[in-house]
């Protein structure tokens, strides 16, 4: 073979170089790849998931990149979304820009490409899922399981007047393996609560704007976690702050009150209130941020009446001093597919047996206020001042008629709370959603039975809620409810 013959084989075996594409919509230009990804941060357009979604072969693609090119020339809008009537057509094939390096493209190949690794992240991401939902479980497990051990200890008056100049803290209990105050102990937890600026201003507000009701008091801090509740009360003019948390936090919360200078009038315990000591005999105000999902799930009113009953003055303060619980109708068809019709087929398989414990617990969720279909009913009305323990479980019949037709598919209860008792300035907050989201979000019941109602129609219904059996610091709820047609439903749910 001469020469020449050589020169020339070797030119026809150079694989095809495909020159620099433009992209669609801007005068961009650069390898296909890299301009796939620039429409999709500059146009939020994905060349390559809309063939997929269309379920286009190379020429559709063709066609689709021509009849959008036309439209760009045109300087007409691209449609939101692409409909295959609009350019599936002939007229598409012929090229509007020379020598278009995407017509060239094969889509064939980065399909398969596209698929093969979707799969592979798909069976990835699955395993990661399987291994978080098995932590979960353990972790749920363990704190069901909630254990007590004996306590002892505590801070003489004496021990309080001579070095009153250094943040104390008294640990009064040996370890503890109960799981609801190791949770506290993680940073996480006390990043969301303190994020939620509706919670945490409330506080703030409550005492800055009462500085009068708090000026030389003696406050208790009830699960005083990192401390923000207490120093609040110091600047607010408290002449003694005693926070008490039974979590590994309050070694951090420590070194948190030495940087902000409130040494002198903040004194940390570490213990359960039930079991500890305080170096005085009573205070002026109790304050704690005790409500939890569903307002009462983890039972820490309870502490908090225990300090009220053992410390506070006749004439003392609990804020927050009042809580309210509020129903609401619930039509949200769109999560009800998400979180309950998801199981009737996944990845083609039957799962509906997981229907059952989805249903038989509570959605803990920030709730569309367009899904809300009635007016709110009062539930349930806690004055702290003088709540009872035994007497926190209730039973409330409600009514709700609907503001609108459509299917019911659930409930959602949410509460407000108030700092009002002895205050100047009364403050408030909800956690409805109509109101901004907080980390408490609402509670969502979702029906096993969806009942239809035009607007004006009315459900009626009781909710009863228990303490869980086997864990105080869980709840249960037995949910009946009725529509028009009087055929009557009930469901148990675990919180």
Known sequence: MSDDENADMEEWEDPLVIPPAKSIFTDFVGPPQEVFQHMIDNNGFDLLKTKTELGLDQYGCI??????????????AVPAKLNTEDFLKDEYYAPVLDNDSLLQYDYEDEMEETQQQTQENTTQKCKQLEGELTELKREFEMYRKLTERDTLGGFSADELRTDAAKVKVKSVAKEDSDPYFSSYAHFGIHEEMLKDEVRTLSYQNAMYKNKTLFANKVVLDVGCGSGILSMMAAKAGASLVIGVDNSEIIETTKKIIQRNGLSEKITLIRGKVEEITLP???????????????????????????????????????????????????????????????????????????????????????????????????????????????????????????????????????????????????????????????????TIFYFKKTVQLNEGEVLTGKLDAKRSKDNIRHWTVKLSYSGPGGEQFTQDYSI
């Open 63 to 76: 066609q689709m990149i021509n009849y959008l090119r036309t439209l760009i020339n045109k300087g007409a």
């Open 280 to 442: 005085v005999e009573k205070v002026d105000i109790i304050i704690s941020e005790w409500m939890g999902y569903f307002l009462l799930f983890e039972s820490m009113l309870d502490s908090v009446i225990f300090a009220r009953d053992k410390w506070l003055t006749p004439n003392g303060t609990v804020l927050p001093d009042r809580c309210t619980m509020h129903v609401e109708m619930l039509s949200d068809n769109k999560r009800y597919n998400e979180k309950v019709n998801f199981w009737d087929s996944v990845y083609g398989f039957d799962m509906t047996p997981m229907r059952e414990h989805v249903l038989d617990e509570v959605d803990i969720a920030v709730a569309n206020p367009e899904s809300v279909c009635s007016e709110a009913s009062t539930i349930n009305d806690i004055d702290i001042s003088s709540a009872v323990v035994d007497k926190l479980e209730f039973s409330a019949p409600f009514s709700l008629k609907s503001t609108k037709a459509g299917r019911i598919e659930g409930l959602l209860v949410y509460f407000d709370t108030f700092f009002a008792k002895n205050c100047e300035n009364k403050i408030e907050f909800s956690t409805g959603p109509h109101a901004t989201p907080t980390h408490w979000k609402q």
